[in-house]
Antibody, heavy 122, light 107 residues
Framework: EVQLVESGGGLVQPGGSLRLSCAAS????????MDWVRQAPGKGLEWVGRTGDKATGYTTAYAASVKGRFTISRDDSKNSLYLQMNSLKTEDTAVYYC?????????????WGQGTLVTVSS | EIVLTQSPDFQSVTPKEKVTITCRAS??????LHWYQQKPDQSPKLLIK???QSFSGVPSRFSGSGSGTDFTLTINSLEAEDAATYYC?????????FGQGTRLEIK
């Protein structure tokens, strides 16, 4: 069974840092593109960024709103995906989801984690 | 950036009714359009991929159509458990974008 479990969320002050983790099980992480998507309270879905799979050299891409502040990394030996968030702003407050892309087509998000809440506030 | 505009934003419907949600892209995206269902306090779940292909395990009352810039999600014979917010998502080009969501309320 495919499972994605996020952790690491919490309360952080503006300008602070936080590292989120996503533990994957039930599949081979290195075979898949993986993304982070966030959802501010009461709002819609916003793409944060993605890392490619092993075949594409784990290339990364980011939304303009987080580029230069957030970094996605992965440790396939630990079946884990990470989101390092620096210089946090109040508008980064959201539930953060990790999402898996289909192995073959690499386009649609076929499984999502349950999310972890990040609150940026003084 | 490709903008996806869904309509309506909100709809109140009765069980067994047929529901149609549309998603319009600001430029042609071929069939690179996917639909998700998000129930309250849950993560999104994939319903339809590539505009019209049903994801494994999704009830047959959900279907999708369209290509280019105009897409439709149809729910036939609505059930109470379909109360949720529905989002479209384009994978044609970066940045990935989502529609603003359509919330369905069951009367």
């Amino acid at each position: 069974e495919v499972q994605l479990v996020e952790s690491g969320g919490g309360l952080v002050q503006p300008g602070g840092s936080l590292r989120l983790s996503c533990a994957a099980s039930g599949f081979t992480l290195s075979d898949h593109y993986m993304d982070w998507v966030r959802q501010a309270p009461g709002k819609g879905l916003e793409w944060v960024g993605r890392t490619g799979d092993k075949a594409t050299g784990y290339t990364t891409a980011y939304a303009a709103s987080v580029k230069g502040r957030f970094t996605i990394s992965r440790d396939d030996s630990k079946n884990s995906l990470y989101l390092q968030m620096n210089s946090l702003k109040t508008e980064d407050t959201a539930v953060y989801y990790c999402a898996r892309r289909n192995r073959v087509t690499t386009k649609e998000f076929d499984y999502w984690g349950q999310g972890t809440l990040v609150t940026v506030s003084s | 950036e490709i903008v996806l505009t869904q309509s309506p934003d909100f709809q109140s419907v009765t069980p067994k009714e047929k529901v149609t949600i549309t998603c319009r892209a600001s430029q042609s995206i071929g069939s690179q359009l996917h639909w998700y269902q998000q129930k309250p306090d849950q993560s999104p779940k994939l319903l339809i991929k590539y505009a019209s292909q049903s994801f494994s395990g999704v009830p047959s009352r959900f279907s999708g159509s369209g290509s280019g810039t105009d897409f439709t999600l149809t729910i036939n014979s609505l059930e109470a458990e379909d109360a949720a917010t529905y989002y479209c998502h384009q994978s044609s080009s970066l940045p990935i974008t989502f529609g603003q969501g359509t919330r369905l309320e069951i009367k």
